[in-house]
T-cell receptor, first 113, second 117 residues
Framework: DAEITQSPRHKITETGRQVTLACHQTWNHNNMFWYRQDLGHGLRLIHYSYGVHDTNKGEVSDGYSVSRSNTEDLPLTLESAASSQTSVYFC????????????FGPGTRLTVL | AQKITQTQPGMFVQEKEAVTLDCTYDTSDPSYGLFWYKQPSSGEMIFLIYQGSYDQQNATEGRYSLNFQKARKSANLVISASQLGDSAMYFCAMREGSGGGADGLTFGKGTHLIIQP
């Protein structure tokens, strides 16, 4: 069955370190998204991609970067982790049309000390 | 201004009763989509139902229906005959634009629904 996976599921890191969160989907979807979830804010869009070599900034993109070298993967990099980036991160993918649901990965809980 | 507003931070409902979760939205784009997701305590995001801005009829999926009132910019989720397993966080979300050029979802802050036996 097609799926979307994220790794690691839990990560603890220190302020200033570079961290990369992996997202892999086997749906063959062109659209991929990264969100963060914080108490009191719901989910907020970090970056998104409509296909290979395409990336776009979302609402809360500062301090994050993504790259898309193939259809299946959209890794999220925190260049220099900050305590404010402690959060749960969700990756999602969808087919191209706007009426299609986004399929979410299981999430990565990141703690920055 | 918030694009998605969920005014009920928490709700307690008796099992087997119907539940209405409120959602209002704000957009000037004539083409948009509205989604509801469920997040149980285990953390995964589960898609429930979708309503497009041009859809004439309210969306339904099993026990879930979406009460879409376009003029009021409201998209309330109705759960009929609630079950204990419905206890979860519920998020309303919107996608503006159409086709492959649409952006990601904008989410509300969620409603924590607790079903009591």
């Amino acid at each position: 069955d097609a799926e979307i996976t994220q790794s690691p599921r839990h990560k603890i890191t220190e302020t200033g370190r570079q961290v990369t969160l992996a997202c892999h989907q086997t749906w063959n979807h062109n659209n991929m998204f990264w969100y963060r979830q914080d108490l009191g804010h719901g989910l907020r869009l970090i970056h998104y991609s409509y296909g290979v070599h395409d990336t776009n900034k979302g609402e809360v993109s500062d301090g994050y970067s993504v790259s898309r070298s193939n259809t299946e993967d959209l890794p999220l990099t925190l260049e220099s982790a900050a305590s404010s980036q402690t959060s749960v991160y969700f990756c999602a993918s969808s087919e191209e049309q706007s009426y299609n649901e986004q399929f979410f990965g299981p999430g990565t809980r990141l703690t920055v000390l | 201004a918030q694009k998605i507003t969920q005014t009920q931070p928490g709700m307690f409902v008796q099992e087997k009763e119907a539940v209405t979760l409120d959602c209002t939205y704000d957009t000037s784009d004539p083409s948009y989509g509205l989604f509801w997701y469920k997040q149980p305590s285990s953390g995964e995001m589960i898609f429930l139902i979708y309503q497009g801005s041009y859809d004439q009829q309210n969306a339904t999926e099993g026990r879930y229906s979406l009460n879409f009132q376009k003029a009021r910019k409201s998209a309330n989720l109705v759960i009929s005959a609630s079950q204990l397993g419905d206890s979860a966080m519920y998020f309303c979300a919107m996608r503006e634009g159409s086709g492959g050029g649409a952006d990601g979802l904008t989410f509300g802050k969620g409603t924590h629904l607790i079903i009591q036996p």
